[in-house]
């Protein structure tokens, strides 16, 4: 079992749906949580990130936490066809750790 | 300020030459990071440097060597390519205290035939 479960997709939604990503886990000393968007031929960026358990906002992406369950979560609201991407997300030791742990990424379409 | 920057962006190589990838960031970054990404295997670290003068092995050390030549250049030696390692290589850097922010280059494109 890997330690970052990602449903690869791929995820077809009309243009102004809300979308939800999500990942499970397995190892609960993660500690940050983080949400990376690659478009097509590029390197991944930094979306979101989130320290522990919680909710974050930012514009029409939502980040969620629930340690309890070993489970995050993205929500985009109002998607828009640049909104196409893979969606990575990706985990990682407090401390001063420096590997990340990758999910496979969702592959999400939105169509106009 | 070009942030990462990779050459060469697409290589063809034939089994058993050796190519060197080059990255550089320009952030002023403490560490670099060199991943592979796979169809249905996602991205997997293949070495990382967490400061200037250190490199550490990743998951998938095997069939690579690199160097870090300063602060701001982290490189990537095939010695002797084979079909296994076709795929898109990564470079990335980060802070290092923030470890979950990291800044990625366009990636090289690399087939072995």
């Known amino acids: 079992q890997k330690e970052v479960e990602q449903d690869p997709g791929p995820l077809s939604v009309p243009e102004g749906a809300i979308v939800s990503l999500n990942c499970t886990y397995s190892?609960?000393?993660?500690?940050?949580f983080m949400w990376y968007r690659q478009y097509s031929r590029k390197g991944p960026e930094l979306l979101m990130y989130t320290y522990s358990s919680g909710n974050k906002e930012d514009g029409r992406f939502t980040a969620q936490v629930d340690k309890s369950s070993k489970y995050i979560s993205l929500f985009i609201r109002d998607s828009q066809p640049s909104d196409s991407a893979t969606y990575l997300c990706?985990?990682?030791?407090?401390?001063?750790?420096?590997?990340?742990?990758w999910g496979l990424g969702t592959s999400l379409a939105v169509n106009p | 300020n070009a942030g990462v920057t990779q050459t060469p962006k697409f290589q063809v190589l034939k089994t058993g030459q050796s190519m060197t990838l080059q990255c550089a960031q320009d952030m002023n970054h403490n560490s670099m990071y060199w991943y592979r990404q796979d169809p249905g295997m996602g991205l997997r670290l293949i070495y990382y440097s967490a400061s200037e003068g250190t490199t550490d092995k990743g998951e998938v050390p095997n069939g690579y060597n690199v160097s870090r030549l300063n602060k701001r250049e982290f490189s990537l030696r095939l010695e002797s390519a084979a079909p296994s390692q076709t795929s898109v290589y990564f470079c990335a850097s980060s802070e290092g205290g923030h470890t979950y922010e990291q800044y990625f280059g366009p990636g090289t494109r690399l087939t072995v035939t």
């Open positions: 190892n609960s000393a993660f500690q940050y």
């Open positions: 990706a985990m990682s030791l407090a401390g001063n750790n420096r590997k990340l742990i």
